[in-house]
T-cell receptor, first 115, second 109 residues
Framework: GAGVSQSPRYKVAKRGQDVALRCDPI?????LFWYQQALGQGPEFLTY????????KSGLPSDRFFAERPEGSVSTLKIQRTQQEDSAVYLC?????????????FGEGSRLTVL | QKEVEQNSGPLSVPEGAIASLNCTYS??????FFWYRQYSGKSPELIMS????GDKEDGRFTAQLNKASQYVSLLIRDSQPSDSATYLC?????????FGKGTRLSVIA
């Protein structure tokens, strides 16, 4: 596709439910990043993939958060046993560059609301 | 821990004026600096990057970097109502991109 595609755009979950958020990056982009953006805040780094390798997961807030990119393209962010504090917009970004590049292309985000 | 500080605003400027947005960062090993624009309800979009001390101009936008002072700024000349958005300063070096909280800019027609 022409841009980074994320689904679902909106997700409402009851506390304790598991959710899965999907990201389809720009074709050929090596790097894929997940960020979490709470209302009124800047994006907070969660995790980074270069191809299929998860090179940095230091931003994942707890072991309830898990991300994968098994074939080096589509990525899924999974949140188990959701809590109210998980409510945020989850942004996926990709880049043709490897490493700690700052030139990211963002998807429209998945807005998660946990009741 | 790397921190990026921005005044949250809102910064209000009249149409046609110069908007000045400022950012400071804490990590001296930071190497690359970026400004992203985020419209309400939309995702961030890269508008400027700067890698060395001095000024970099692109159309109505000028980014300024002073590594000694750990200071980055963005000037928007001839501000338009369509420039009204949140501007995010972001920094990288040895770690993935770190964002500030953003400054909300409002350009009044």
């Amino acid at each position: 596709g022409a841009g980074v595609s994320q689904s679902p755009r909106y997700k409402v979950a009851k506390r304790g439910q598991d959710v899965a958020l999907r990201c389809d990056p720009i074709s050929g982009h090596v790097s894929l990043f997940w960020y979490q953006q709470a209302l009124g805040q800047g994006p907070e780094f969660l995790t980074y993939f270069q191809n299929e390798a998860q090179l940095d997961k230091s931003g994942l807030p707890s072991d309830r958060f898990f991300a994968e990119r098994p074939e080096g393209s589509v990525s899924t962010l999974k949140i188990q046993r959701t809590q109210q504090e998980d409510s945020a917009v989850y942004l996926c970004a990709s880049s043709p560059e490897g490493g700690n590049t700052g030139e990211l292309f963002f998807g429209e985000g998945s807005r998660l609301t946990v009741l | 821990q790397k921190e990026v500080e921005q005044n949250s605003g809102p910064l209000s400027v009249p149409e046609g004026a110069i908007a000045s947005l400022n950012c400071t960062y804490s990590d001296r090993v930071s190497q690359s600096f970026f400004w992203y624009r985020q419209y309400s309800g939309k995702s961030p979009e890269l508008i400027m990057s700067i890698y060395s001390n001095g000024d970099k101009e692109d159309g109505r936008f000028t980014a300024q970097l002073n590594k000694a002072s750990q200071y980055v700024s963005l000037l928007i000349r001839d501000s338009q109502p369509s420039d009204s958005a949140t501007y995010l300063c972001a920094v990288t070096g040895n770690t993935p991109l770190v964002f500030g909280k953003g400054t909300r800019l409002s350009v009044i027609a």
